[in-house]
Nanobody, 127 residues
Framework: QVQVMESGGGLVQPGGSLRLSCAAP?????????IAWFRQAPGKDREEVSC????????YYADSVKGRFTVARDKAKNTVDLQMDSLTPDDTAVYYC???????????????????WGQGTQVTVSS
């Protein structure tokens, strides 16, 4: 099972940007895995914000972030990056990347479907 870890969180003002990265500390090639980004705000359920397929790199976004967030593979760095623009306080959460053995973002996927999780990185959007 691939191991993943996140980096890049921090404090940003509304309207600002952050770039999160998901890496594989084991040296596994993330190109072989569908990778999802989730977030969890205090008192709220964990929710998916984005997912990217292996191979064709097709992407998916939650309605709440569509047009503001972009997920992409950086093959040279072996990472999956989440570019977060036009951030609002509602984006404040711990962000996680996640994987299982799948090659694509299957239909009706849930957090419990993913078996490999990073430790989370805090994103705080505040004035």
């Amino acid at each position: 099972q691939v191991q993943v870890m996140e980096s890049g969180g921090g404090l940003v003002q509304p309207g600002g940007s952050l770039r999160l990265s998901c890496a594989a500390p084991s040296g596994a090639t993330l190109d072989y895995y569908a990778i999802a980004w989730f977030r969890q705000a205090p008192g709220k359920d964990r929710e998916e914000v984005s997912c990217i397929n292996s191979a064709d790199t097709k992407t998916y976004y939650a309605d709440s972030v569509k047009g503001r967030f972009t997920v992409a593979r950086d093959k040279a760095k072996n990472t999956v990056d989440l570019q977060m623009d036009s951030l609002t306080p509602d984006d404040t959460a711990v962000y996680y990347c996640a994987a299982n053995s799948g090659w694509w973002c299957w239909d009706d996927r849930k957090p419990s479907d993913f078996t490999s999780w990073g430790q989370g990185t805090q994103v705080t959007v505040s004035s």
